[in-house]
């Protein structure tokens, strides 16, 4: 499903226009971005876990040629399911 998939989806399960659909989608994803930026985490009780991991700094070999190369510590956006979605993945 992509973006306009899940705005027509929102739009028919909440019984609105498309335009208020996607404003309410742009409003969640642009939340859940600025709580990651500023170091916190968004938990969606029995949906998941939306979060923040450090990556260490490690070493890597350039594909090309071979030559070893060092990739820069990073901040890296996570998500653990929770146990509701879990289920309907599984049923």
């Known amino acids: 499903m992509n973006k306009s998939q899940l705005v027509d989806q929102i739009a028919l399960s909440a019984d609105i226009s498309k335009t208020k ?10 939340s859940v971005s600025h709580a990651l930026s500023n170091g916190n985490e968004v938990a969606l009780v029995g949906f998941g876990t ?13 594909p090309k040629t071979g030559e070893e190369i060092t990739i820069a510590a990073a901040k890296v956006p996570t998500f653990k399911a929770g146990t509701k979605l879990k289920a309907e993945c599984n049923a």
Do not use: I, Q
Not at 21 to 30: G, P, R, S, T
């Open 21 to 30: 659909a996607e404003k309410a989608l742009k409003a969640v994803m642009e």
């Open 50 to 62: 939306f979060r923040v991991n450090e990556r260490a700094e490690r070493k890597g070999r350039n």
